[in-house]
């Protein structure tokens, strides 16, 4: 079992950035792939980045893509989604999941909140 807990979250401008963290608890993430997903109001929950298991690859929506950057320090178990010259469009519940090599997303933070103002 994985508890993972987000933060980082904020009312920000746009252009701003923001850092938001996942630290886990229960498991060491490095055995894990790490995603950073995120829900708009009445929208679907979509992926925004992800980093596989050993951290070496890296993969990013095409929103996102130049301005975000995931990264994880296997120390203190936690996952950093960097995110710079936001937008509005950017406001949406953040949430970081886990998942096995090769699995499925199977354990999820509670969700931060971002909100960018024009």
Known sequence: QVQLVESGGGLVQAGDSLRLSCTASGRTLSAYAVGWFRQAPGKERDIVAALNWSGGRTSYAD??????????DNAKNTVYLQMSSLKP???????CAVARPGARY??????????VSS
């Open 63 to 72: 929103a996102v893509k130049g301005r975000f950057t995931i990264s994880r």
């Open 89 to 95: 469009e950017d406001t949406a519940v953040y949430y």
């Open 106 to 115: 199977e354990y999820w933070g509670q969700g931060t909140q971002v909100t």
